[in-house]
Every structure is written in C-alpha cells, then in structure tokens.
C-alpha cells in the first residue's frame, strides 16, 4: 500500500510476478492506470472484483501497457479510456501495434494475447495539462512525455505526489534493468527533456509500471537520465566495430544477463534493438 487510495495490482505480464503493474486508484470512484496486457484481463478483473473503473488511464499504447485495453472497456462499458491524442488510432485498429510487436520480438508475441479494437465513443484523447478530479481530493494530471515513444504521458497525482512513469523512467526493482529504448521510436533528447520535465513536478514517490513503488523519486529521475546517457554513449561505441547481432551477444553474456529467463533476455535484446534503431535514425 503506497498511500490509502492507491493500490498495485500484480498483471502477471508474461505469465511472471512483479514484471506488470495495473494501479487502482480511489476517489469517489475507482479508475486504473494501465489495462495490462490482453492475457492480464482475466487477473484485472478478478483484482477489481465488483468495482467497475470510471477511466482507465494509458501511458502509451504499447501493448504490456495498453494491450488489454479494449477487453476491458468492453467488460466496462461506462468506462472512458483516456490516452494520449497521437495513440487513439492504434486503439480503434490495433493492426499496426500487433504488426509491430510480432516484427520486432516473435518470441515474446504470443505471451500477449491478443488485443482488441477500443470502440471509439469510450476513447478520451488528451495532449498533457489536463487534470481529473476524482474526488475525495484525489487529483491527477496528465503529463506529456515524449520519449519512450512520442504519444508518452505520466499521471501525477497531487494528493500524495505519486508520478505514474509507465516507460518514461525506466524499471524499477527488475531484473531487465537496461533503459527501456524499444523500438521503433524512441527518441534521446525527448526522453531526457522529459526526465527534466518529470523533475520539475517535485513527486514524492514513483510508481513505475515495471514495477513497483519507489521513494526518492528525484535520485531516480537522476538515476535514469545517467543510465540513458551511458547506454547510448556504450552503443554508439560498440556500433563502430560490431553489427547489431553481435552487439546483443555481447551485453547478454554478462554474467547478470546471462542466468535471467529466456524472456527476459528477450526483453533486454529489444531495448538494444531499438537503441540502435534510433542511432541509425538519427533520434539519438
Ligand atoms: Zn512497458
């Protein structure tokens, strides 16, 4: 328990305890932060038991924080699903999202399942600056957070100054503990410039999606921008001299990499992957 009307709900991504988090936030109502993956909808539904969310409020639309989107806003059918502007289109046709996880990390694909449409009178665009009021002086505001991906938000909750960073602020207490720089479009200087915008909201506590509460928010936020700046200066070296197979390789044979599960190690390969994508892009 973080602060009375907060809680953590496990989404056993991947089949795997504390990689997913889906938070449960009490005003006068109830609403989420994250959906969980579409295999996760079963686990929310059973945590929520017979509350049935108002808002159901996405970072982004990648699929282990949006996939099971639109299987919940079925379940709930009052429910708004509030996400960034640039993210609706992938709810109302999930096909590009889907496409993209399946190209870029077939191994993990099926651990998923499978994503359906948000019907498109439940979606509630946002752009960064708007704040619900959710009663019982619980407030949150939308936070505009390019980086990870361009149609990134955080959630900041006044109350407790609780910041919800999703994918902006990397893992937290995980053993994928590279930044989190998938593909395809994660941009450096956006993703540092929002640290900074992060950092100006004074949060108490962070609550990051993978996974977990943790208190010295503003060491974090420093934390991460560190770790950002050395993975990319690491790469960009590592890419003069080695194709990107061999890159992966070679950070996976580290001895911390190299006892973790398969799927985690996948996930580390995908950070690394998009990392060089957007060296070869010119996004970092
Ligand atoms: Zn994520």
Redesign the pocket.
Known sequence: MISPFIEVIDAQQFGLPRT?AVYLIRGSGSILIESGTAASVATIRDSLGNLSPEYIFLTHV?L??AGGAGHLAGAYPQAKIVVHERGCRHLVDPTRLIEGVRSASPDLFPKYGEPIAVSEHQLLPVTGGEIFDLGKNVQLEVIAAPGHAPHHICLFERNSRTLFT??AVGNWDNPVDVP?T?PPRFDLDQGLETLGTLKRLRPSQLAF??FGIANHALAQLDRYKGELIDWFEDLRRLSRRLLPAEIIDQILSQPKYASLPRIKRDMVAMCIRGALLSLETGSA
């Open positions: 997913g990648h282990d924080h999703g994918d989190l998938v999606t993978h």
